[in-house]
């Protein structure tokens, strides 16, 4: 029978489905989700999360939360605290499985004095540079340190003195004695242990020494008895020194498989990196709504499970590809489309004039929240004889499509009535249009018009007496290229976008006036945004998290860029 497209698997899925029948492991299905503590999480982290977390539940198993922390140099409690908020807001709760490899340090010391004693590790006091050179080339082997052959007893008392602070950082190191001609670069003597005497954001001062990624990633997830170690492609050269490890020292055979990271467009998910955007001041910091990371995403207003659906739709490849973000907006857009209200914000205003409307009035309008929602609910609109709406919706002299407000031309106001343009005026300073004249059709309300007048247009707006100023912030993508950090002789830092922030004064209706951080609106005609961490009642900022369709795409094609793609909503 063929697979239907919801029934296909991939290939990992594949590799668990053959050791479950297999018997392998027990039929046990144990992931692990391993963060280093030194930044905040990305969306190629997402990816992993929601694989990791995903596979586990779909097998009945369990997943780790277990925190690399092997570099005291990089690492602080902050961003332990983040990136479990992080996976939390994401959908996936660890239980009380926990875990850190600084609580295997004794464990992974005894490991590897048990390496030393078995003959396949040794103290090498080689300088960086001369280690590095004795390394060899894809094409070439390596040459065998002279301290290679150093006595098993020697080796123990001189790993035992850097462990006990006796000698200084960098003078030597610990190496895995497997193969200097080994194809394989990493498999040739690497460093599993050095000297490092930083504070540890968790053990304080009690280590010298710390293990390097190689040995504490295979050895930990031994320890935690993991079935199913997933990791992105960049590692796959890693397993054979994971695996020869666990060989050697005869402890429970976890297995590493690598599937392909998320690389999307105009995006980059190297720490350092984004690093480098918050201490030079590009960005405000780790969670600027224009950063790639989980946090920034969420501050954005990205939902969770637009997220979680993005990371379902890319799907699982052994092969690296550049995903188009505009997949990431579609997601994002298709979700808060069916759990967003719908709200009048004008960002430009121009005001209009209602001349035949009682001046000092207010008359209170049933507006519709959201027509997507199961059970839809209402709120109430102030209406006056003053409102603001988009300066682009007038035109003096508009084209024949031009369906919105012109002299002489009808349009509806949104939830109200249909308007009939009779003037305007002109500053005659600037040469702008300074206000606009129109008279209303008192028998055309929304719902209950009876006026017959037919109205191709309809627009958005405020009233003037009750418009609440807010701050919206404008964003775009952080650079002008999909690959800015694949270019050689250029520094990423030089496709920055100059107009991925833009800053805009604008009058909402006063149902904003309610909304608290992180509460989602989709701004009539306009595009969903989000209230900001930062927003309070006395200053309202709010962030754009999508336009309402694929602007960008659009806008790239126009430049000949052929970058992007279209849509395909």
């Known amino acids: 029978m063929e697979e239907t497209k919801e029934e296909a698997k991939n290939f990992i899925e594949e590799i668990i489905e053959a050791d479950i029948e297999a018997g392998l492991f027990e039929g046990r299905v144990h992931t692990r989700f391993p963060p280093e503590p030194n930044g905040y999480l990305h969306i190629g982290h997402a990816k992993a999360i929601c694989l990791n977390f995903g596979l586990a539940a779909k097998y009945g198993g369990q997943t780790n939360l277990r925190f690399d922390d ?78 290679r052959d150093r006595p098993i007893a020697e080796n123990k008392q001189l790993f035992t003195e850097m462990k006990e602070g006796k000698h200084e950082d960098g003078s030597m190191v610990l190496r895995a004695k497997i193969d200097m001609s080994s194809p394989n670069l990493l498999m040739r003597d690497p460093i599993i242990y050095r000297i490092k005497k930083e504070t540890h954001h968790r053990t304080g001062d009690d280590w010298a020494i710390y293990p390097m990624y190689d040995f504490a990633h295979g050895q930990s997830d031994s320890i935690e008895k993991i079935t199913h170690s997933l990791c992105s492609l960049e590692f796959r050269h890693h397993r054979d020194v994971y695996d020869w490890l666990i060989q050697q020292l005869g402890i429970f055979p976890s297995k590493q498989r690598e599937f392909s990271r998320m690389n999307v467009g105009y ?55 550049l995903i188009d973000p505009v997949l990431l907006d579609f997601c994002i857009r298709e979700e808060l489309n069916k759990t967003t209200d719908r709200v009048n914000v004008v960002l430009d205003p121009l005001k209009v004039v209602i001349t035949n409307y009682p001046v000092g009035q207010t008359e209170h309008l049933k507006a519709l929240n959201n027509p997507e929602a199961e059970e839809p609910t209402h709120r109430e609109l102030p209406f006056s004889n003053e409102l603001y709406i988009e300066r682009k919706d007038f035109m003096i002299d508009p084209p024949k499509k031009f369906f919105r407000m012109g002299p002489g031309r009808d349009v509806r106001l949104k939830f109200a009535y249909i308007l ?150």
């Not at 996976?87 to 709760?93: E, R, T, V, Y």
């Not at 018009?449 to 405020?462: C, E, I, N, R, Y």
Request: glycine share 8%.
């Open 70 to 147: 092997t570099n005291p140099a990089t690492e602080e409690t902050e961003y332990v605290d983040g990136i479990k908020k992080d996976i939390k807001w994401l959908g996936f709760d660890w239980g009380d499985r926990e875990y850190y490899a600084s609580d295997y340090f004794p464990q992974l010391y005894q490991f590897a004095h048990e390496l030393i004693d078995k003959g396949h590790a040794y103290v090498d006091d080689l300088s960086p540079e001369e280690m590095a050179a004795q390394k060899g080339t894809p094409t070439e082997p390596g040459t065998n340190s002279p301290n």
């Open 267 to 321: 995006m980059i998910t190297s720490k350092r990196k984004l690093r480098k955007l918050v201490d030079e001041g590009i960005v405000t910091g780790w969670d600027d709504p224009r950063m790639p990371t989980i946090a920034g995403m969420r501050r954005r207003g990205y939902p969770a499970a637009a997220i979680r659906n993005f990371c379902d739709k890319v799907g699982m490849t052994k092969r690296e590809n």
């Open 420 to 569: 009939h343009c009779e003037d305007y005026k002109v500053n005659e300073q600037t040469g702008e249009i300074e206000e606009v004249h129109c008279s209303y059709y008192p028998d055309s309300k929304s719902g209950e018009d009876t006026s017959g007048v037919k109205a191709k247009g309809t627009l958005h707006w405020v009233s003037a007496t009750h418009a609440v100023p807010v701050t919206v912030n404008i964003y775009d993508r952080l650079f002008t290229d999909p690959t800015p950090d694949a270019h050689e002789n250029k520094d990423f830092t030089e496709f920055i976008n100059p107009e991925s922030l833009k800053q805009v004064k604008a009058l909402a209706e006063p149902h904003l006036t309610q909304a608290k951080p992180g509460d989602t609106f989709q701004f009539m005609r306009t595009g969903y945004f989000a209230v900001d961490t930062d927003s309070s009642p006395d200053d309202i900022i709010i962030n754009r998290t999508v336009t309402l369709k694929d602007a960008w795409s659009k806008k790239q094609a126009n430049k000949g860029g052929g970058q992007a793609k279209k849509s395909k909503q």
